[in-house]
């Protein structure tokens, strides 16, 4: 009973949101600590010298995390039991790295903070991956699919070796003294640039460039290019998200399977529980079943929305005191799965009749709809003036209109706000997530409009609120007045074929988390990573403080050139960008080169890598997640259950 | 029967061929016609004038092919009769084609070929298209696919002006007079500029470049970007490839299923005149069946693989006599489906000991083996000539050892060719496809070198043979000694994870045919409409002759500093790789700019509509359809049916 206890007030919500936000908090820490990221740009030229926590303060933190973490990992253990502790690799693998990390936080502190390499940042992400049964899920969804990846990644390597040969060939061949080939010395001048280009050709990021010198020369060159992107980037790649999708389908259909199956041995045990109560007190075989009394008792205990156990209740009630039999029971479970339509508390009655009419005209959904045309209408203001002072000087901008127009439309929507909580009353009013979300940008906007009323005065002609600070409260109050276009995204859902697309996207958003999960643990590691390798290899050009002579000299398309200066690895937020900017892959290859150039050349390793890992891996992942949710979700057979996707 | 007749020799191999040869022809005159393709280059700086046809040479052509379509046409209504004919809109819209056509012929020979726009040239595709019921079928799922890509475009439409709207307001705030946002001065000067920006993000083809100068002031402006990339392009993009994939699925299961359907009825029509000729003899209800002998006289007349018939008769033999039952006879036909087994030519029987240890070891596929290593060993030595060269000028370069490798290496291929010729005998050598290819390869190898040694004599110290026209014969030899690589081919089967993958390949290409031809209908018509748009629009720099003075100028990433002159519009395979660089999508914005300057902003719209139907749909599809087979292939359910695209 003793550890029935512990089992529940581990997973109350009250602890296992602790946990969240302590994951949450050490993973954070990357933001703050040494290489801290707390300057306003991460451009090398620009940038500032950051704020540097005294060492103890971080270390601090993180000591309390890892407390948190040991706590866990002990309750867990002892809810297990230390023989299913020693078979379970992923418990063994949580102590271990809590070990290594109280150990390397101990290191770390003795030596004052200034020790070359943590250990523990590599770690962290473990501990939001071992939180997540999902997550775990995906990650041997992914290990089974390896092999299938691993021959077509054969195949690519195949691929990219033959036409990086017989490129070379065929860009050395008919070379004369006088005309060496522009093409061989530009892309293919020695072996490992000739593979570095075709790879890059390969994510399509130096298309046209790369063919543009043997094509100026001849037409046919071309043919050499497009059946290398046909085959490797049309038919190889897209190979590789077919293999991909396949392993996930298979894989996500069963742990629904096994998830099902868990839930129905739960409630048959539960049963067996319940009915075996009773046959101590009757004894009499035919009456084997559950007494709704009992059942309900149990309920009350249970942990589970309010709506569903309400549903399991009225359904249970409706079987009046016979005794419910096995497959009775199972079926009361399935209004779980059914999800509960929330009604509206009851508007307001008046009595007089030019109230009601009122009340009817404004709960009326073509009120909606003039909210709607009124917010157009100020969008379209808003555009105009944007159209209109394009190419104006900030100084000769005239607000005064704007300004004006401004008022008018906050005038409308509170009266809007106003009018709808009369109608509606305000429980009502409030139990429409769409009048929530209008009621609090309106609030907002409010708000903002009387504080610039009150520090810039009523608008009049060459009226121009000040900047103070980095956006002036009348900068504000515009784009504020901007997120009033999130009311038409209510339209959406009124359209036929829209409203489907949209409801997957919403049911596809709920089953992201632990997809998201991994892109987090890939994006901290490579990250931390990428700090220790790269930290500091990318400085400043001479000439600090003005562009244009610094750039004079740097060759077109070079990192220089393009003033690529914020995409290194400095500290961790830069280092995050830089990697989202490699994993879009476009112009990646001006990275590559400049690390190549910064560094050397096994940072093409580095990258190469990454590549790999979040853009051929992952985006092809989230594909298949995004297939499968969307044609489990069309498909006319299975309509009854969940979305694959959901199963926790 | 004179119908039958003229059914028959209508779908002969040779009719069918000569009209695919047709189609070929009249789709292959753009090359030659008068913005002739015929140049070396397609550069406007380099570019020499064409050869153009004379007035009449090809008009002459086109009218052989135009009255070879009249005569399909007039076939084909024949054989379906006029009442279906008038209610089949793919055959009346084949008649009004060739009207058009005609009448545009006499058009342009009335005003001796100067006509300004050749509407035929569009409808040219049409011919193709109409051949061929699977690219029917695709672009009829495709249009049923069409409500819903157009709700996700829409949805894209709202992420797009909502960005942009919001993009301008972010980088006008906090303007001021000394220092205008670079942000919005470089993307989002105008509300079109800012669109077109967006757009391109959205493809992701100007990723870092567009978020570095607000990035470079501020971080937090990077969220901006990445939000924006991970919507659109990430989601809303892939939303894109699920509706697609969800359709065609559908949709070509529907076509294999009336596939099957219309062959069951095919031959149970077969089965009931067969054995009603029967039961006019023998009149009892109960013996009705099919008589094996009118079975196998009937079969002699039908058309199909020798191989099959072969198979189909051996079944029927089987049944010795006995009348066949409907069922049996449908399960006659099933022989259809299976694939045969070709059968190699018994080996030569030698009598000497000698000569059969010799034939036993030849024929061993340990001889194979030892090929393969030969040709590695070849690869790798031309890999390490490659790589030694590089830096070398072409007059310094030393081919002597090279020459003499190559020597060694034909020798022994054709040594190769000769004892497997012997262990195999002649038509037992050529049984195996993967000879067949060495064979072509060594003996086309064996000629070059050959006249290699006979122009340039015996290879010695400090040879060097000499240029003639574009590639010397030594430098032929040298490329077609790389296409022994693809000896190397022959091992993945023998891997078992790779067989997998390679076998879909292969069945995917059998089933590329419909795609291929969509494809090229979309490239026709989209060239030919490019080239009446843009022909000549972009004109050769000053200093036609040197490079880099023209160069200076220009700003970086512009279309003349990038040199892009060879992706014009003025003949057609010229317009073909530029639409495939469009199609590729990276730098597109390269050319979406220069044309803007070039011609007009209304050639925009050309060139995202290409994007739209090539990168969009047709990517996608081409994805779908990947999907579908490779599915299809690994799903142990339906291991037996034909996968579903071989349908015709």
Redesign the interface.
């Given at each position: 009973a003793r550890s029935m206890c512990l089992y529940r007030w581990y997973y109350s919500n009250l602890c296992q949101r602790t946990l969240s936000f302590t994951i949450f908090l050490i993973l954070f820490l990357a933001f703050i600590e040494t290489p801290s990221?707390l300057?306003?740009?991460?451009?090398v030229?620009?940038r500032s010298l950051p704020w540097e926590p005294p060492c103890g303060l971080m270390e601090g933190v993180e000591l309390l995390c890892l407390l948190v973490f040991v706590a866990d990992v002990s309750v867990k253990g002892y809810l297990v039991g230390w023989s299913q502790f020693q078979r379970n690799l992923w418990l063994l693998a949580y102590l271990t790295v809590l070990v290594v990390s109280l150990v390397d936080w101990t290191v770390s502190l003795s030596l004052l903070c200034q020790e070359p390499l943590r250990m523990r940042r590599l770690l962290r992400p473990f501990f939001l991956l071992q939180n997540s049964s999902m997550m775990k899920k995906t990650l041997k969804c992914i290990r089974s699919s390896l092999?299938?990846m691993?021959?077509?990644g054969?195949?690519l390597a195949?691929h990219l070796c033959?036409f990086t040969?017989?490129g070379?060939?065929?860009f050395?061949?008919?070379?004369?003294?006088m005309e060496?080939n522009r093409e061989r010395l530009a892309y293919f001048?020695?072996?490992p640039e000739a593979l570095t280009s075709l790879l890059v050709l390969l994510t399509?990021?130096?298309?046209?460039?790369v063919m543009?010198?043997a094509?100026?020369?001849?037409?046919a060159y071309?043919i050499f290019f497009?059946v290398f992107?046909m085959i490797g980037?049309?038919?190889l790649m897209?190979?590789l998200?077919?293999?991909i999708?396949?392993q996930f389908?298979g894989y996500l259909m069963k742990s629904l399977q096994t998830s099902l199956f868990r839930r129905r041995l739960g409630t048959r045990a539960a049963y067996e529980v319940l009915s075996s109560r009773l046959g101590q007190a009757g004894a009499t075989p035919e009456a084997v079943g559950v007494k709704p009394q009992n059942f309900l008792q149990v309920l009350q205990k249970v942990q589970m929305t309010n709506s569903h156990k309400q549903a399991i209740m009225e359904k249970v009630h409706s079987y009046n005191d016979t005794l419910l039999s096995a497959d009775e029971f199972q079926k009361v479970f399935d209004e779980l799965d059914k999800s509960v339509i929330k009604e509206h508390p009851l508007k307001p009655q008046y009595q007089s009749p030019f109230l009601q009419t009122a009340q009817f005209l404004f709960s009326h959904y073509y009120f909606d709809y003039l909210g709607n045309i009124i917010a157009l209408g100020n969008?379209v203001s808003?555009?105009v003036f944007?159209?209109q002072?394009?190419?104006v000087?900030?100084?000769n901008r005239d607000d005064f209109v704007l300004g004006i127009l401004d008022c008018i439309f906050i005038l409308y929507y509170v009266l809007e706000l106003l009018l709808k909580v009369f109608a509606l009353g305000p429980w009502g009013y409030l139990s429409y997530p769409s009048n929530v979300c209008d009621g609090l940008l309106t609030s907002i906007l409010l708000v903002l409009e009387i504080s610039t009323l009150a520090v810039y005065g009523f608008p009049h002609p060459r009226w121009k609120p000040e900047?103070l600070g980095?956006?002036?409260l009348w900068?504000m109050t515009?784009?504020v007045n901007?997120l009033i276009?999130f009311r038409?995204?209510r339209i959406?859902p009124n359209?036929k074929?829209?409203a489907?697309?949209?409801s997957?996207?919403l049911g596809l958003v709920q089953n992201l988390r632990a997809f998201g999960g991994i892109l987090v643990v890939v994006y901290y590691v490579f990250a931390i990573v990428g700090i220790s390798l790269f930290r500091g290899t990318i400085v400043a050009p001479f000439g600090n403080s003005s562009l244009a002579p610094a750039n004079g000299s740097a060759s077109?398309?070079s990192f220089e050139?393009?003033?690529?200066?914020?995409?290194n690895f400095d500290d961790f937020?830069?280092a995050l960008?830089t990697l989202?900017?490699v994993m879009?892959?476009?112009?990646w290859q001006?990275?590559l080169d400049a690390y190549e150039r910064y560094v050397g050349p096994w940072s093409k390793i580095y990258f190469v890598l990454w590549w790999l890992v979040s853009s051929v891996i992952w985006?092809n992942l989230?594909?298949a997640l995004?297939?499968e949710n969307?044609?489990h979700r069309?498909d006319p057979q299975n309509h009854e259950q969940p979305p694959a996707g959901s199963v926790e």
């Amino acid at each position: 009973a003793r550890s029935m206890c512990l089992y529940r007030w581990y997973y109350s919500n009250l602890c296992q949101r602790t946990l969240s936000f302590t994951i949450f908090l050490i993973l954070f820490l990357a933001f703050i600590e040494t290489p801290s990221s707390l300057t306003r740009t991460a451009d090398v030229r620009y940038r500032s010298l950051p704020w540097e926590p005294p060492c103890g303060l971080m270390e601090g933190v993180e000591l309390l995390c890892l407390l948190v973490f040991v706590a866990d990992v002990s309750v867990k253990g002892y809810l297990v039991g230390w023989s299913q502790f020693q078979r379970n690799l992923w418990l063994l693998a949580y102590l271990t790295v809590l070990v290594v990390s109280l150990v390397d936080w101990t290191v770390s502190l003795s030596l004052l903070c200034q020790e070359p390499l943590r250990m523990r940042r590599l770690l962290r992400p473990f501990f939001l991956l071992q939180n997540s049964s999902m997550m775990k899920k995906t990650l041997k969804c992914i290990r089974s699919s390896l092999p299938d990846m691993a021959s077509v990644g054969l195949l690519l390597a195949i691929h990219l070796c033959l036409f990086t040969t017989f490129g070379m060939l065929l860009f050395t061949v008919g070379e004369k003294d006088m005309e060496p080939n522009r093409e061989r010395l530009a892309y293919f001048r020695s072996l490992p640039e000739a593979l570095t280009s075709l790879l890059v050709l390969l994510t399509t990021a130096n298309n046209p460039d790369v063919m543009i010198p043997a094509y100026s020369k001849n037409r046919a060159y071309a043919i050499f290019f497009v059946v290398f992107t046909m085959i490797g980037s049309l038919f190889l790649m897209n190979l590789l998200t077919a293999i991909i999708y396949n392993q996930f389908r298979g894989y996500l259909m069963k742990s629904l399977q096994t998830s099902l199956f868990r839930r129905r041995l739960g409630t048959r045990a539960a049963y067996e529980v319940l009915s075996s109560r009773l046959g101590q007190a009757g004894a009499t075989p035919e009456a084997v079943g559950v007494k709704p009394q009992n059942f309900l008792q149990v309920l009350q205990k249970v942990q589970m929305t309010n709506s569903h156990k309400q549903a399991i209740m009225e359904k249970v009630h409706s079987y009046n005191d016979t005794l419910l039999s096995a497959d009775e029971f199972q079926k009361v479970f399935d209004e779980l799965d059914k999800s509960v339509i929330k009604e509206h508390p009851l508007k307001p009655q008046y009595q007089s009749p030019f109230l009601q009419t009122a009340q009817f005209l404004f709960s009326h959904y073509y009120f909606d709809y003039l909210g709607n045309i009124i917010a157009l209408g100020n969008l379209v203001s808003i555009c105009v003036f944007l159209v209109q002072d394009a190419d104006v000087l900030p100084r000769n901008r005239d607000d005064f209109v704007l300004g004006i127009l401004d008022c008018i439309f906050i005038l409308y929507y509170v009266l809007e706000l106003l009018l709808k909580v009369f109608a509606l009353g305000p429980w009502g009013y409030l139990s429409y997530p769409s009048n929530v979300c209008d009621g609090l940008l309106t609030s907002i906007l409010l708000v903002l409009e009387i504080s610039t009323l009150a520090v810039y005065g009523f608008p009049h002609p060459r009226w121009k609120p000040e900047t103070l600070g980095l956006l002036s409260l009348w900068d504000m109050t515009r784009l504020v007045n901007m997120l009033i276009v999130f009311r038409f995204l209510r339209i959406i859902p009124n359209m036929k074929p829209m409203a489907m697309v949209v409801s997957t996207v919403l049911g596809l958003v709920q089953n992201l988390r632990a997809f998201g999960g991994i892109l987090v643990v890939v994006y901290y590691v490579f990250a931390i990573v990428g700090i220790s390798l790269f930290r500091g290899t990318i400085v400043a050009p001479f000439g600090n403080s003005s562009l244009a002579p610094a750039n004079g000299s740097a060759s077109c398309g070079s990192f220089e050139q393009l003033e690529y200066w914020a995409n290194n690895f400095d500290d961790f937020a830069a280092a995050l960008v830089t990697l989202w900017n490699v994993m879009v892959v476009n112009n990646w290859q001006v990275i590559l080169d400049a690390y190549e150039r910064y560094v050397g050349p096994w940072s093409k390793i580095y990258f190469v890598l990454w590549w790999l890992v979040s853009s051929v891996i992952w985006v092809n992942l989230f594909l298949a997640l995004l297939l499968e949710n969307f044609l489990h979700r069309w498909d006319p057979q299975n309509h009854e259950q969940p979305p694959a996707g959901s199963v926790e």
